[in-house]
């Protein structure tokens, strides 16, 4: 069974910080849902509390990199941009200073609803000139999260996961590398945060009925190396599927199709996530399943792409679980 | 830097050159140069701490916005001087004041009459809504209310560092409608952020017309008070109350300096433009002609001879 690992942000970003003394830890009144709050009172000196004010937050956080500091903020990812965006554009982006915006609850992975999901969140920031978007996917991306942040010259956004994440990589996050999962030949499957798992889940039962998977995991998703991408699109027979915790405009799907497009790649592309919606409040299994973000929606986008009906039951995918990566696939040997 | 002019003189030089600017253009920001003026003159002439510009006397071009390739961008901020431990730091909140702002770098010799003449042209630095990269900015301010939470943030950062500059912000009245003003004095008080002063320009006049008739703000020093910071009234025109009130003692909170002011000062006949007096154009080349005469009268000096332009 797969390693999961408690509050991985929490020591990644401790250790982080204090070997790093121009990085100052900035909250929003969510320090403990942040995982910070340890932090906070063990390192009282290096913290900042500027409660629930995320306009003034962000501005502040702009004058604090002007001063030369590198603040890593923390709220939910939606609270980073929604309310604040005029901020996060005039005193952040625009000016590139190196501030660390670590978003947590990407996408459904909250039961808070409308005002808490961060759907749209990677279509916002793909479209802010000046900024880098990173998204971690497992327990080892979370663990290296802080050390990758802080390496980008400006701005960046992350999507941070919490409490107990799974261990599916034995490698830190490398800027700008994308993960080779498998190197199959018959179609691509692209996927971030927390789809991967998905479609790990889904790779055995795939494959025992006769698709070979290209499947691809993304870390960074802006800046982005085009070439490398099409290499793999080009090494496929069929075409390409993406699934993302996001809204199908302006995230990794249509990175996809804009890579497709540009490059006049004649190929099919299936974009599986939240169809022009928003979610509701829920369980995080239970939205996966609800809105098409889960193995078994990943199976049946693989049904259209191909036109072939592959007769997987859910069943088949559960008992599938994510051994395949650690043990027999070997994800990071490829 | 050596004081050339007396800060009456630097006062009377920002609504002159605004004055024969607005005539030249056929519209300026007058009334702000009217509001304005004694403030920004005692900053730049008397309290700010400012080392040498390092920057061209004559602006240069546009240099292209900042970005992981423009390995030669700059903010505009060393016309005020290199950002050194002691001297201090000041943003414009409203950026619409860069015609005055700038008004004000040439009359105390930062920068030279010609960066006037680019005002608004196409290509330039010296931009008609200050940018980062004009001259005297450093950071984007054209959307209102972002300056002091800005500010709070660099001046926490001095502090850390052991800076002794100021970051001194110069706000506008209208800013007090956006919460993101209350945001910022309320996180400086907080963290006792006192390396922050701020002195508004109190002219009770926005985009819309006056303000108590398009949003009313009520009593601003009570509420900033109640919120937080240290809060000194004086008269805009007056500088030795704002002297006095730059002495004022606020350990442990920002300084906001209240300064009451008229948007007509130096130029009565702006009156006539009332409630519309955020950006003055003229109607009519009649209008232009007698707010010329008017106005050179007022102020004591020729009327502007726009024709040659």
């Known amino acids: ?334 | 830097m050596q004081n050339r002019k007396s800060t009456e003189d630097v006062a009377f030089g920002i609504r002159r050159r605004v004055f024969e600017h607005s005539m030249r253009n056929n519209g300026g920001y007058l009334s702000q140069a009217c509001s304005a003026a004694e403030q920004l003159a005692w900053l730049y002439n008397e309290e700010l701490n400012l080392g040498e510009p390092t920057l061209p006397m004559i602006p240069k071009p546009f240099g292209g916005v900042p970005s992981a390739q423009n390995k030669e961008y700059h903010t505009g901020a060393g016309y005020n001087g290199p950002a050194e431990p002691d001297y201090d730091r000041l943003f414009i909140a409203p950026a619409h004041y860069a015609l005055v702002a700038y008004a004000t770098l040439i009359e105390v010799g930062r920068m030279a009459p010609e960066g006037l003449e680019m005002f608004n042209k196409d290509g330039s630095s010296v931009e008609m809504i200050g940018a980062e990269h004009s001259p005297g900015m450093e950071v984007h301010n054209g959307t209102l209310g972002i300056g002091l939470s800005t500010a709070a943030g660099l001046a926490w950062g001095r502090k850390r560092r052991g800076e002794k500059g100021n970051v001194w912000v110069y706000m506008s009245d209208g800013e007090v409608q956006e919460g993101q003003t209350w945001e910022a004095i309320q996180a400086c008080a907080h963290h006792k952020i006192d390396n922050v002063k701020a002195i508004m320009d109190v002219n009770r006049q926005q985009c819309d017309g006056a303000m108590n008739s398009v949003m009313e703000v009520g009593d601003i020093a009570q509420k900033m008070e109640n919120f937080g910071a240290k809060v000194v009234k004086v008269d805009g025109h007056k500088l030795d109350e704002m002297r006095d009130a730059a002495k004022t003692s606020h350990r442990g909170k920002p300084l906001i300096i209240l300064a009451n002011s008229s948007p007509f000062r130096g130029m009565p006949s702006l009156q006539l433009r009332f409630p519309r007096l955020h950006y003055v154009r003229f109607k009519s080349e009649r209008e232009r002609a007698e707010m010329n005469k008017d106005i050179a009268r007022s102020l004591g000096i020729e009327p502007i001879d726009y024709q040659k332009h």
């Open chain 1, 1 to 334: 069974m797969v390693e999961m690992v408690a509050r991985p942000y929490e020591r990644a970003f401790e250790k982080h910080a204090l070997e790093n003394p121009d990085v100052l830890c900035l909250s929003a009144d969510l320090t403990s849902s942040c995982e910070i709050d340890k932090f906070r009172d063990k390192h009282p000196d290096q913290f900042l509390s500027l409660g629930m004010a995320e306009q003034n937050m962000l501005s502040f956080a702009g004058g604090l990199g002007l001063a030369g500091y590198r603040p890593f903020l923390h709220t939910f990812g939606v609270f980073l941009y929604r309310r604040p965006y005029d901020q996060l554009m005039a005193s952040i982006a625009y000016p590139r200073r190196k501030v660390r915006l670590m978003g947590f609850l990407p996408g459904i992975t909250t039961p808070g609803g409308m005002t808490h999901q961060a759907i749209e969140d990677i279509s916002v920031m793909r479209s802010i000139p000046n900024m880098t978007i990173l998204e971690t996917g497992d327990a080892t991306e979370v663990e290296s999260i802080c050390e990758a942040a802080d390496s980008i010259d400006g701005p960046v956004y992350c999507r941070v996961l919490r409490g107990n994440v799974p261990r599916l990589f034995d490698t830190p996050i490398e800027v700008g590398k994308m993960r080779e999962l498998s190197l199959g030949e018959d179609i691509l499957i692209v996927t971030s945060g927390i789809t991967t798992e998905e479609a790990l889940r889904a790779k055995s039962a795939l494959e025992s009925a006769g698709i070979s998977i290209r499947h691809l995991h993304l870390n960074t998703i802006k800046p982005f190396d085009e070439e490398a991408m099409l290499d793999h699109i080009h090494s496929v027979k069929g075409g390409v599927i993406t699934l993302e915790n996001h809204v199908t405009e302006g995230g990794i799907g249509s990175l996809l199709a804009e890579i497709i497009a540009d490059n006049g790649v004649g190929k099919k592309l299936v974009r599986l996530g939240l169809k022009d919606t928003y979610a509701h409040g829920g369980s995080r299994p239970y939205l996966m399943n609800y809105y098409g973000l889960d193995a078994i929606a990943l199976v049946k986008g693989v049904e259209r792409l191909t036109g072939q009906v592959l007769n997987i039951s859910e069943e088949d995918l559960t008992s599938a679980r994510v051994e395949a990566v650690h043990s027999t696939v070997k994800a990071e040997g490829l």
